[in-house]
């Protein structure tokens, strides 16, 4: 996973938690599993309707 073990991913979080606060991380996850959620229906739709039919 791009040569980020449990300590470095412990230390990022940990930034983040001190940047956005306890508060404000919830929201910025669920923001960013929509995101991710939409951009994975989108690639399928575009591979559903590119492919040729037989």
Same mark, same amino acid.
């Given at each position: 996973m791009l040569g980020l073990g449990t300590p470095e991913l412990l230390i990022i979080m940990a930034i983040a938690f001190l940047i956005f606060g306890? &508060?404000?991380?919830? %929201?910025?996850?669920?923001?960013?599993?929509?995101?991710? &959620? &939409?951009?994975?229906?989108?690639i399928k739709e575009v591979d %559903? $309707? $590119?492919k040729p039919d037989a």
């Open positions: 306890g &508060s404000k991380l919830p %929201e910025i996850g669920s923001g960013l599993g929509k995101g991710i &959620s &939409s951009f994975k229906k989108g %559903e $309707t $590119t």
